[in-house]
């Protein structure tokens, strides 16, 4: 029943920016910290970062001066910001969430950082 669909992936050039968006469904958005990981090509998958029940996100410090989450409790919406990107940030990016004891992955949105 829990459904995250994960959109706004793109191909944009260097330095440009972008959001990405996270759709949930089939738990209660509100009570569940959520969190964005991305995959590069020939790379594991690593933690971009988290947004907590409170609203205040915390980003790993690669990504840190650049992207920022936000969540819009009314909507069920999860979101990625962007800003400065580069070709590094190339990857496919999920969101997922922890319910009942199983972490649940979005079906990932591909961004693509080139000239």
């Known amino acids: 029943q829990v459904q995250l669909v994960n959109s706004g992936g793109s191909l944009v050039q260097p330095g440009g920016s972008l959001r990405l968006s996270c759709a949930a469904s089939g738990f209660t958005f509100s009570k569940k910290a959520m969190s964005w990981y991305r995959q590069a090509p020939g790379k594991e998958r690593e933690l971009v970062g988290s947004?907590?029940?409170?609203?205040?996100?915390s980003l790993q410090e690669s990504v840190e001066d650049r992207f920022t989450i936000s969540r819009d409790n009314d909507r069920n919406m999860l979101y990625l910001q962007m800003n400065n990107l580069k070709p590094e940030d190339t990857a496919v990016y999920y969101c997922t969430v922890l319910v009942s004891g199983s972490r649940h992955w979005g079906q990932g949105t591909l961004v693509t950082v080139s000239s």
């Open positions: 947004i907590g029940t409170l609203g205040i996100p």
